[in-house]
């Protein structure tokens, strides 16, 4: 229990995740130790020793970090966007997919498509702030993820010049 409590209070701190996703936190923590740790008796993890197979780790991302979902077609009309920003809250040892907390609707998601943004660790202490902090985070959000250059750019007005 206590390497679990560890684990989980520093991958909060890590990500300044509210303290009120320290179950997330705890069960990512394990999830994790039962793929990675290798038992110096057996030579195995402890997936594999329960499943006799050895564990995938590309689909498990960084415990609070920023991250988009998938929004199916049925729930998005045409010129909406495709994905959503939220934050990662571990794996589902169940559904097997990624636990999200939707920042728009202020809910937990499990989705199977989700990007991560592995350096960026925004949107976890906005939560902690409060709903404002969130906004003001997903906006800054939107602008880092516009397209830059483009037909605006300096180099298209230039050569519409010479022609």
């Known amino acids: 229990m206590r390497t679990v409590k560890e684990a ?5 701190l890590h990500a300044g995740v509210p303290t009120r996703f320290w179950g997330h936190a ?3 923590s394990t999830f994790v130790w039962n793929r990675t740790t290798v038992a110096s008796a057996t030579g195995v993890t402890p997936f594999e020793a329960l499943y006799g197979r ?22 998005r009309t045409v010129f ?28 937990l998601l499990l989705s199977r498509d989700v990007k991560f943004r592995e350096t960026s660790f925004t ?3 906005a939560i902690g702030r409060g709903q404002a902090a ?30």
């Open 8 to 12: 989980a209070r520093t991958m909060m």
């Open 26 to 28: 705890a069960a990512h």
């Open 54 to 75: 050895k564990p995938s780790v590309e689909h498990i991302g960084v415990f609070g970090c920023d991250a988009l979902f998938h929004i199916s077609k049925e729930q």
């Open 80 to 107: 909406a966007p495709k994905m959503e920003p939220c934050l990662y809250l571990g794996h589902s040892h169940v559904q097997n997919c990624a636990v999200v907390w939707d920042l728009k609707r202020n809910k």
């Open 123 to 125: 949107f976890g202490p």
């Open 134 to 163: 969130v906004e003001e985070a997903l906006a800054r959000n939107e602008d880092e993820a516009a397209p830059q250059g483009g037909l605006g750019s300096s180099r298209v007005e230039h050569e519409m010049e010479l022609a």
